[in-house]
């Protein structure tokens, strides 16, 4: 078999930048003799001198002579790096198609037996912490092609520990040093807790960059940028959010998403569009509601999809994800953004969305994020005369005091405490006053029937506001979801429909509960729990009352109702049935 063995010897002092790279050439080389190599500094064959630039990527065959198709190919690369002491470093090594790394006779990285994995060769593909001793350090790399691409690249990273403490300036240090594949945004930006005279922007890059919002009413309007800061200081941050406030109603607003690189004071515009506030009278308007998407992200996918084909998706003002978006948020971003709200980029078709947070947007460890896209999960917007208000219902407990449990990371206390301050500031304003509908959207029914927890949970919150024969506030429908499954509560005939399921039709409500919700009570469906696995809800406000339609995603219909203050339910159409 024809074996063309090539080693090259790469001299180099401590900063590799432009400095010569000495190369040689040995017959039958191996990754033991390499390692060994690494060790002793010293490879066997000829060699010669070429420049190559650091961290830049070395095409070998150029310098391996002409090589006969089929012939198996090895080369080897080593490298002396003086360090004034004993220091940890990252390196970073690319190479097509496989490379192993040895510093002073250890393997420190190896990408044997499955490739580089990264089709655009870099020293970012393979980035580790290494250990160099004061002095010479010795290392060797062990160089396998694939379909005669042979090409590596190497580079010694800044020491980041000399960066500033200051997590701006660093995170935007770090992001100048270590580029992702896409320093840019990696989705369209998302127009969200639109209302009358306010909106939110929310966008996310794939490095750190101060961003700021310019935004002006197309008609007329004068331009304004607002910037993402903190206590006064544009940040770099990969996740921005904006609130927009002082909107003028049922006006078109333009915006760019716009950059500021410090190095050159350019701003520059990354993506723009639309969108149009909230008119500031009448009671007009319509939308459509999804959750509890706690389903395989392909089902969940396919159920958004179909969403987009309902007649009323067309027409809906703004788009409700009433929370469960996914079992658990390991990944928040693949979860919410790739496998739910993608669908809807897809098709260039993303209405105004207005964020619910369910229980299940607490749990993995990228929940976290969650504040950092949408902001305050608990807030209020007006469709002219009809005032939403948005709760957040919280985890489905109290703290469990045990290792790793999920509900040791919430204080549901706490969260209620100051949402039921705010909810005492909210009803006491004049918009939610003078408003027409007063309609709420929550994860959690209020009832005990449904979950003992979040029904205490929330007489606990809003109790004092909204319950009782003669209420403080009269509201005109809970919208929630949570249970899994499609219900309706009628306050006229004190009725709850759903789908009846042996261990259901033993429950019974609370007759605290029974006195105290007078308004009604509509729950979307879910998977898991008899009836059908997902579900859209669809709402259309008029001065006739409040049609809500609960369908599959497909448009088959479960329950389609007219609401009007003070009477009991039109039912148009439903297959729920009385369950006590
Ligand atoms: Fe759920
Ligand atoms: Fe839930």
Redesign the pocket.
Known sequence: MNRICLVLLVLSPLLLCARPWQFKFSAKISDQEVKAASLSGTLTGAGKMVEVKDGTVCQLSKYSGKIKRGTKLRAAAITVVDMPEDCERFIGIGADWFVSCFLNGQQVLSTEPGGNHFTRISPYNHIVKVKFKKGANHLALYIRPRLYQWKFAFKIMPDISMLPAHSGDRARMIAQMFPPANPGLLRKELVHQLSCDSAAVSCQFGSAVICGVRFRAEKDGQSKIIWNTLSGKRIARKIHRFQLKKLLPETVYNYEIVTLDTNTAKITPVSSGSFKTFPASGVDNSFLIIS?TQVAPDIRQAAVKNMLKLPEFGKADFVVSL??VAENFDNFEMHYFNWFLNGFYRKNQLKPLTIVK???EYRGNGSDIYPEHFGRSYYSFRHGDVFFIVLDTGE?GETVWKPGHHLLYTDTAQLLAEQQEWLERITASEAFKRARYRIVLA??SPFKYHAKFYGNTIRKLAGKFFFGAKPAHRIDLWLC??VHYASRFDPATKNMVGFKFPKRSKLKVDADDLADINFPVITSDGPGQGGEQLSVTSVKVSDDGINVRITTPEGKVIDDVIIRKGEAHHVNSSVLEKLF
Request: charge should be negative; hydrophobic fraction near 20%; proline fraction near 0%.
């Open positions: 509890d929370g469960d369910g229980n299940h489905g994860h959690a979801a949570h």
